[in-house]
């Protein structure tokens, strides 16, 4: 019996590792050592232009990699988080997100269920921030995210192909011409030209820049007719016009449009993100304070979305002319 006994002692000394749990805090400087390679890892690849780590914590099951980004606009994040998702997906493969945890994994030798990334734009939790959350969980690297109240996103991309100027345009002078400062200098005389006049009596658009050093931000105040085309009361209108109270019932809602563009270059030309963020005004004042203005998204979410897509070819057509 006693060789019996023996051996299923040793059974049970061989079992018991493996049934407890490392603790992994016990290497927190090694991992601190691995996050600086993921962030050269990053800078390798094109990601540390936009993505930066920012905090690493180590808990007895978890390695939680903090990453945030170089900008603090929050528009031109959600542009840049896009843009570098798309471009790695471009390929069949694995997704952005999967990619960005499987390397943390990799480099720091974890199983993927011990690794977790979070991604803010800021770390301001008195703000609503942007948020991704990538773990691995029910077999798959899973993926939380949290989206700010956004305004209208569009994309306006320009390639070579585009230029109907010169044809035989190659991606260097489309690089060379089409600057940021280039392509911007365009916009503003596109809005110039294309708000300089109103299909409204008394109203006289202005263009108001927003002064940023890395995107192109403008108001356009005063606007009639331009996103929502009927908003006067026509029964109201008639009225007035029997009792000869009014000439011409111009009542129509006053809009006040806000454009931020951002540049982002790519491999074949640039990619323009427009955000756009459109208010409205009663058209019965003369003037109407800021605080008077209520967001589109209300009462005309369509006709803004409709507004966005026409007003993004129109200055793809104006640039490419």
Same mark, same amino acid.
């Given at each position: 019996m006693?060789p ?5 002692c040793l059974?049970l000394?061989?079992a018991?590792p493996?049934?407890a749990?490392e603790?992994?805090t016990? %290497? ?7 996050s600086q390679?993921?962030?050269r890892?990053?800078e ?5 232009r ?6 690493l914590r180590?808990e007895p099951?978890l390695v939680?990699l903090?990453?945030g ?6 528009d031109?994040?959600?542009g840049?988080?896009h ?5 790695h997906e471009?390929?069949?493969?694995l ?8 390397r943390m994994?990799?480099?720091m030798?974890?199983?993927? %269920?011990?690794?977790?990334i979070e991604i803010?734009?800021t ?6 921030p ?6 691995f969980d029910k077999n798959?690297?899973q ?7 956004g305004?209208?996103?569009r994309y306006i991309?320009v ?5 109907k100027?010169?044809k035989?345009s190659?991606k260097?002078?489309?690089?060379k011409?089409y600057?940021k400062?280039?392509v ?14 109103s ?5 006289k658009p ?8 890395d995107h192109l931000r403008?108001?356009?105040?005063d606007l009639c007719?331009e996103?929502?085309k009927?908003?006067e ?13 009014s000439d %011409?019932?111009n009542?129509?809602t006053?809009e006040?449009?806000?454009?931020n563009?951002?540049y982002l270059?790519t491999t ?5 993100h427009?955000v756009l963020d459109?208010r409205v005004g009663?058209?019965?004042y003369k003037?109407?304070?800021?605080s ?7 009462d005309?979410k369509?006709e ?5 897509d026409q ?6 057509k104006?640039?490419?002319r």
């Amino acid at each position: 019996m006693k060789p019996m006994l023996t051996l299923v002692c040793l059974a049970l000394m061989l079992a018991t590792p493996t049934l407890a749990q490392e603790n992994l805090t016990a %290497d927190t400087e090694f991992f601190k050592q691995k996050s600086q390679d993921y962030q050269r890892w990053m800078e390798q690849n094109g990601l540390g232009r936009y993505l930066k780590v920012q905090d690493l914590r180590v808990e007895p099951e978890l390695v939680r990699l903090y990453l945030g980004f170089h900008s603090h606009n929050i528009d031109s994040i959600v542009g840049i988080w896009h843009q570098m998702k798309a471009a790695h997906e471009s390929s069949p493969g694995l997704t952005f997100e999967e990619s960005l945890l499987s390397r943390m994994a990799s480099l720091m030798g974890l199983g993927e %269920d011990e690794a977790v990334i979070e991604i803010y734009d800021t770390y301001d939790m008195v703000k609503e921030p942007f948020f991704r959350g990538i773990y691995f969980d029910k077999n798959r690297i899973q993926v939380e995210e949290n989206n700010p109240k956004g305004e209208k996103n569009r994309y306006i991309s320009v390639n070579p192909s585009d230029i109907k100027t010169n044809k035989k345009s190659e991606k260097i002078a489309l690089t060379k011409k089409y600057t940021k400062e280039y392509v911007f200098e365009q916009i503003m005389q596109f809005a110039r030209q294309k708000y300089s006049k109103s299909p409204c009596d008394e109203r006289k658009p202005a263009i108001h820049p927003k002064l940023h050093e890395d995107h192109l931000r403008f108001e356009v105040s005063d606007l009639c007719r331009e996103v929502v085309k009927d908003a006067e009361n026509p029964t109201i209108c008639r009225w007035l016009r029997t009792l000869g109270l009014s000439d %011409d019932c111009n009542w129509t809602t006053r809009e006040l449009l806000s454009f931020n563009f951002v540049y982002l270059p790519t491999t074949d030309g640039f990619t323009l993100h427009l955000v756009l963020d459109g208010r409205v005004g009663s058209g019965y004042y003369k003037t109407v304070k800021r605080s008077g203005y209520m967001d589109m998204d209300l009462d005309f979410k369509e006709e803004l979305e409709d507004y966005a897509d026409q007003i993004s070819l129109e200055i793809k057509k104006f640039l490419t002319r």
